[in-house]
């Protein structure tokens, strides 16, 4: 059910962070990437779409990765969120582009 909307923001994250989906869903530890999954993560959990339905559909996308893990990065975003206003106000486009 929120499969498209999870598909829609993955879209969104990688395009923000200039990389493209594949590069989304693999094990690298790159920065650009590694902030990238987390706003997605964060994006998914506002909807809200519990960590368990993140977790499939990450590894439907061939990401294996753990519920602790998808906290930590949701918990990462709110930080950056908290100093940095062009942050929020990314974050703010993107859930304005998907309205579904």
Known sequence: MKLDI????ATQCADLFGITEELLFT???R????DARQLLYYMCSERPMRIVYIQEYMF???YL???SSIIYGIHQVKGR???DADYRRVIKSIKTCITT
Request: proline share 0%; hydrophobic share 25%; no cysteine.
């Open 60 to 62: 439907s996308k061939g």
């Open 27 to 29: 094990k690298s530890k």
């Open 81 to 83: 969120m908290t100093k």
């Open 65 to 67: 990765i753990n519920h």
């Open 6 to 9: 999870f598909n829609d923001y």
């Open 31 to 34: 920065r650009d990437i590694v």
